[in-house]
């Protein structure tokens, strides 16, 4: 009785392998086939975020200096897009220009991809894994985040004339020559009267 039971359990676990060597890769194809189109939006999305940075105008310092300027003597609120264009205007065009090329590199890989995919029957392994898009977006933002998240120059805030009037140095006033005092005649004094001359 125990050899009967052990010979059908070993059949059993034998036929269920069997059926998972050939269940598996059915249910991959199908895992995948629900969750690509999902996915391909995403890396498509994470491209566009970053060319979207990458277009943003880069300022001199003291051009965004000017533009803080304005801001604080202004008193319209800063538009969304006008924040996101200053948060990048401190990184250089060579950074930016190189975000775009690695940006269309991996766009063309993945449009390669997705082509031959949709060329395959649902009933053939894909040749774009989820995972590898999930690799190419690391890629993408492993290499755009250094290039992108640079922290902005400090600038030195401007002196005020005050300041820069009290910083200067006073001119040095010279003593006035010392003067010797002249004794003044006194004022209730008069004058000595003259002689008179006798005419004989």
């Given at each position: 009785m125990k050899m009967a039971l052990m010979f059908k359990k070993s059949e059993y676990i034998r036929q269920v392998e069997a059926m998972k060597k050939l269940g598996d890769p059915i249910a991959m194809r199908a895992a995948e086939f629900k969750k690509r189109p999902?996915?391909?939006?995403?890396?498509?999305?994470?491209?566009?975020?970053w060319r979207g940075a990458a277009s943003t105008p880069t300022l001199t310092p003291e051009q965004e200096q000017?533009?803080?300027d304005q801001k604080a003597n202004s008193k319209e609120k800063e538009t969304?897009?006008?924040?996101?264009?200053?948060r990048y205007s401190h990184i250089s065009q060579s950074d930016k220009e190189a975000v775009n090329k690695?940006?269309?590199?991996?766009e063309t890989r993945l449009r390669d991809?997705?082509?031959?995919?949709?060329?395959?029957?649902?009933?053939?392994?894909p040749v774009l894994?989820?995972?590898?898009?999930r690799d190419m977006m690391n890629e993408v933002n492993n290499h755009c985040k250094p290039l992108m998240n640079k922290p902005k120059?400090?600038?030195?805030?401007?002196?005020?004339e005050n300041q820069k009037n009290a910083e200067t140095p006073e001119a040095k006033t010279e003593p006035a020559p010392e003067t010797k005092d002249?004794?003044?005649?006194d004022a209730d004094a008069s004058p000595t009267p003259e002689k008179d001359i006798e005419n004989d």
């Open positions: 999902g996915l391909i939006a995403e890396v498509e999305n994470n491209l566009r975020n000017q533009y803080n969304d897009r006008k924040a996101f264009e200053m690695k940006c269309a590199e991996v991809l997705v082509s031959q995919q949709q060329q395959l029957p649902k009933t053939a392994n894994l989820c995972q590898m898009m120059p400090k600038v030195q805030p401007k002196k005020k002249v004794p003044m005649p």
